[in-house]
């Protein structure tokens, strides 16, 4: 899959650039996040890198044959009804395995917002994994996951590296490209609160 996948990259005109981070789990975020036509290049990206990653998804969806066939693919099934909230599952599931490469979204959509969704960067650092990033950047046809890094607490400073490294990489669509901030809160648990909900 990984030579297919690293082919059909090529055949479409995509140029990889691949740098993996060495532990054997961590956070990976994708962006920017703008159309349809990503989802199915980051499964190709992913695949070419060699990576066995995972991703979340309701519970609901994991009964029966189909949530077999969802766990075998990487699915992580999330009960938001829980009183143990995403976070808290997720930073669970990294402390439960010996290997995870969890995949997140931190647009948590195709249009434009004022602000990204912070989940992936609560999940990290509670679980002392690293984030590595991935990018689209259409104009140039470039695809990759290269660069690596541990959050720190301070999410404003880690924030200034995110953007920093996202800076003049464009989507499908720049019009819906969500801005690279965070929704400012009175503290850190706070705002791992609202994110559980």
Not at 157 to 178: N, V
Request: glycine share 8%; hydrophobic share 35%.
């Amino acid at each position: 899959m990984k030579k297919i996948s690293i082919l059909l990259l090529k055949i479409l005109g995509w140029r990889l650039e691949i740098k993996l981070p060495k532990e054997k789990k961590y956070v990976v975020i994708g962006a920017p996040h703008t159309s349809n036509w990503d989802f199915p290049l980051t499964l190709l990206v992913l695949s070419a890198s060699g990576l066995r990653f995972s991703w979340v998804a309701k519970h609901t969806m994991f009964k029966g044959i189909s949530g077999s066939f969802f766990r075998a693919i990487g699915g992580i099934p999330v009960n938001r009804k829980s009183s143990h909230g995403f976070i808290d599952q997720m930073v669970a599931a990294f402390n439960e395995r010996d290997r995870l490469i969890l995949t997140i979204a931190p647009e948590g959509t195709r249009s434009w917002k004022n602000h990204w969704k912070t989940g992936f960067y609560h999940i990290a650092r509670r679980a002392n994994v690293p984030v590595c990033m991935g990018f689209m950047d259409y104009p140039s046809k470039t695809i990759g996951l290269n660069k690596t890094f541990m959050p720190s607490g301070d999410i404003s400073k880690d924030f200034e590296i995110i953007k920093d490294y996202y800076k003049g990489k464009t989507g499908r669509r720049p019009q819906q490209q969500s801005t690279i901030t965070f929704r400012e809160r009175r503290n850190l648990q706070k705002q791992e609160e609202e994110e559980t909900k």
